[in-house]
Every structure is written in structure tokens, then in C-alpha cells.
């Protein structure tokens, strides 16, 4: 049948442990945006008498070639990680009749972090937010281990599983380094989230663990923002570049300003180390920026300073 079908298409050894049919599917609401696509809460219920499990269900929204080839390395690379702190990959569901596939992932109840800390500003304090910051560090050495570069890595990106964990998701622009080099760059920038990137992705489209590193100093300060929107990122270069400032030339203004050491300010109430910890991650030299397991010890430390 139809499965059988499918499988047939697939390698053996690639066939995914966890194959979902579409029959089964019941769609509840729509979750989100993610790259290329559209993530919709779904019941799987195969008996049909609502006892089946919430999924997170991404379906791809294109029919162009590369999108697709995208889209199967996304799904690949989610397939390929286990841990804790990123998002867990399910399985994938196919369409006989639109000769589609979707990616079937664990539901995160509590949304992207973005929305959480706007309704859950008044019980989330300091430690909780640093909590949440070395969960994400824990997820990116992790990723770093796997010799992956997420590349966007940023608040709206990050998932709340409980009111004590966040998971990283959205891996659709996520790439290996190759063996024998430190970054990867990219030919086709496409709409790239430059307010999150660092000053080489800017300018020479490369990636690496460091420019990881960068955006996680950003998302440090999207969460000690509290995620508040006339205080995000984007918002605050424009208004350092002009808002007036049109296309490509935001991205040179954007450099700019970074040689000439501008940096995000420090959100209202952020502990001092918080900050500087944040500021080490903006070096504009690649190679003065912390490691992962660095910045890890530091939020430890940080934690600590806040249980006294
Ligand atoms: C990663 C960001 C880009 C793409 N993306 C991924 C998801 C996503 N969402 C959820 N849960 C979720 C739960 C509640 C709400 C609500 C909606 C109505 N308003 C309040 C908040 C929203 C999302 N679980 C997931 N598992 C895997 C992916 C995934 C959503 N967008």
C-alpha cells in the first residue's frame, strides 16, 4: 500500500523508526513560522477516540527543488540530535496526494520563549532567566559537539517545554563544517536575520561555532529584555543606524557601527556579570570570543551570585 510505497523511495537504513499516516492526522491549530514553513498542532489518533498524542507537525510550503532539498536536510539534522535542550524529532508523515512530506516533532506546550516571558514577565526573576541561558548553552555545545552551526539562533527560535525548560528549535538553517575547516559560508544569504549576526556573516556570509557564539549573546539580552518588542534587537541597531536607512546598505551601516565598538546596551535590572558576560560575546574578532563551556561556567557562576 501506500506506505510501502514510500518506504520504497527511502533506504532502509535512512527509514525512520516512526512513520506517520496522514489518514491519522487531526489538525487542532496553527503554532507557528518557521523557515520555509509552517508548524500546526495535530493530534495523531489512530483509534480515532481522542486518545492519541499531541505532535508539533512542520509542513513544508513550496514546491521549489532547493526549498525541498532544504527541508530534507532539516529533517535529517533534527533527526540526528538527542539532547534535553533541542527540540525532539519525531518522525515524518507523508501525503500520498500532494506528494509532500512533513516533519512530526514532540509539542512544546508552552510556546516560543518570545511569548512566554511577554505573558510570564512578573514570576520569571534572574535565576530563572539564567537557568533558561545555560539550558541554550548546554544545547548549542551539543550542537558544537555534533559539528553543527545553527545560524539563527534567536529568541523566537527558542521553544519553553515547562516553566523550568526551554529547547532549541527550527534547524532549517542549520549547516555542518566541513571536517577540514572552522566555518562554513553561504552562497545564498537570502533574508538573513543580520541583527543576530555576527560582523563576519555580515560581511563575508561566514559561519561558525564563534558566530554562534555572537547570536547567543543576543538572545542573553532578548532574555533579560524580557523579550519586550520596542526593546528587540532589530529595533534597537535601526535606531542607531537611522530608521530611515533602506536594503543593503543596513547591512554595511550595521558593520559599521560594530568596528566602531557600538554594542546592544545593557537591558534595565541585568547583573553586571550578566552584561559583560554578553559583551565577551561580542567581540568583533572571532577568535576573542568564549567557548560554550566557558560561557556554561560563567552562567553557573552567575547562578550562584544570585542564590546568595
Ligand atoms: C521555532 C520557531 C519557529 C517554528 N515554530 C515551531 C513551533 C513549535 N511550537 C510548539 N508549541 C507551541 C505551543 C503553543 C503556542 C501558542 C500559540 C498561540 N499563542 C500562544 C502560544 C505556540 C507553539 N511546539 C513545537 N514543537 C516543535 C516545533 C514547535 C512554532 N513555531
Not at 69 to 92: A, M
Not at 129 to 150: P, T
Request: aromatic share 10%; glycine share 6%.
Amino acid at each position: 500500500d501506500r506506505d510501502n510505497f514510500w518506504r520504497a523511495l527511502i533506504p532502509s537504513h535512512q527509514q525512520d523508526q516512526s512513520v506517520y499516516e496522514e489518514r491519522h492526522l487531526r489538525y487542532i491549530s496553527h503554532l507557528g513560522k518557521g523557515n520555509f514553513g509552517s508548524v500546526e498542532l495535530c493530534r495523531y489518533d489512530p483509534l480515532g477516540d481522542n486518545t492519541g498524542e499531541l505532535i508539533a507537525v512542520k509542513k513544508l510550503q513550496t514546491n521549489k527543488q532547493s526549498n525541498i532539498e532544504d527541508f530534507q536536510k532539516e529533517i535529517n539534522t533534527i533527526r540526528s540530535l538527542h539532547s534535553d535542550y533541542i527540540v525532539k524529532y519525531r518522525g515524518i508523515c507523508y501525503s500520498m496526494g500532494r506528494l509532500s512530506m512533513s516533519l512530526v516533532m514532540e509539542y512544546l506546550p508552552y510556546g516560543s520563549l518570545i511569548g512566554y516571558l511577554e505573558k510570564n514577565r512578573q514570576h520569571v526573576n534572574n535565576r530563572r532567566m539564567l537557568l533558561f541561558a545555560s539550558q541554550i548553552c548546554k544545547g548549542l555545545e551539543y550542537l558544537q559537539s555534533m559539528r553543527y552551526v545553527h545560524r539563527d539562533l534567536a529568541a523566537r527560535n527558542i521553544l519553553v517545554a515547562s516553566d523550568t525548560l526551554v529547547k532549541i528549535a527550527d534547524f532549517g538553517l542549520t549547516k555542518i563544517i566541513p571536517f577540514d575547516k572552522e566555518y562554513y559560508r553561504v552562497t545564498h544569504p537570502g533574508e538573513s536575520p543580520i541583527f543576530w549576526y555576527a560582523p563576519e556573516s555580515i560581511t563575508e556570509s561566514k559561519f561558525s561555532h564563534k558566530s554562534d557564539v555572537w547570536s547567543f549573546g543576543v538572545v542573553l539580552h532578548e532574555l533579560f529584555s524580557y523579550c519586550e518588542h520596542n526593546r528587540n534587537p532589530k529595533r534597537l541597531c535601526m535606531q542607531e543606524i537611522g530608521n530611515d536607512m533602506q536594503g543593503p546598505s543596513i547591512a554595511m551601516h550595521l558593520n559599521d557601527i560594530l568596528k566602531k565598538n557600538w554594542r546592544l546596551a545593557a537591558p534595565p535590572h541585568c547583573p553586571p556579570k550578566v552584561y559583560s558576560m554578553m559583551m565577551t560575546c561580542w567581540a568583533y574578532c572571532a577568535d576573542d570570543r568564549p567557548t560554550f563551556s566557558t560561557l556554561g561556567d560563567q552562567i553557573e557562576a552567575c547562578i550562584q551570585d544570585e542564590r546568595e
